[in-house]
Structures are given as structure tokens and as C-alpha cells.
């Protein structure tokens, strides 16, 4: 197991999650239900599977939940091009 709050990858993780919701903020109200809760959720996603694998039992279980982290990771990326090709 590992301690997941020495994580620089966790560290970094929490700090992109302030900052998405900083920048998700100033998005216009009509994205509050949609482009914004969706960023949110995967900003979020990215430090919460890094966390719990770190809380599991074996190296095999948290490098599964990192590979997830990964796809949230990518999933934000898309979701701030789109946010970008918009403004």
C-alpha cells in the first residue's frame, strides 16, 4: 500500500482539479449542467482513483487504478479542447 497524500502524480492531480474549477467557473450558464459537470467529474475522477489504488493490496490493483486515472485524465483533455474550440 501507499501512502497516496505523498504522491506527487495525487499532489498535482488536487492542484489541476482547482484549477479546472476555477477556469469551469467562468463558463456561461448554459454548460453548468453540461460541459462543466462533465469536466468536474473528471478532474475529480483523475486524484480519486489515484487515492484508492493506492489504498489497495497489491502493485497489479493500484497500477489498474492509475491506468482509470489515465482515462479520466484523457477524457478532461477532450473536454478542454472542446471548451477551447468553443470560446
Given at each position: 500500500m501507499h501512502n497516496y497524500k505523498?504522491?506527487?502524480v495525487w499532489k498535482k492531480a488536487?492542484?489541476?482539479?482547482?484549477?479546472?474549477?476555477?477556469?469551469?467557473?467562468?463558463?456561461?450558464?448554459?454548460?453548468k449542467f453540461g460541459l462543466v459537470s462533465q469536466m468536474r467529474r473528471s478532474v475529480i475522477s483523475i486524484s480519486s482513483n489515484i487515492a484508492e489504488g493506492a489504498g489497495r493490496r497489491t502493485d497489479k490493483e493500484f497500477a489498474?487504478?492509475?491506468?482509470i486515472s489515465h482515462a479520466s485524465v484523457c477524457e478532461l483533455e477532450s473536454n478542454c479542447?472542446?471548451?477551447?474550440?468553443?470560446?
Open positions: 505523498e504522491l506527487l488536487i492542484a489541476l482539479a482547482t484549477q479546472i474549477y476555477q477556469i469551469s467557473g467562468d463558463f456561461p450558464d448554459t454548460e489498474h487504478f492509475l491506468a479542447m472542446y471548451a477551447k474550440s468553443c470560446s
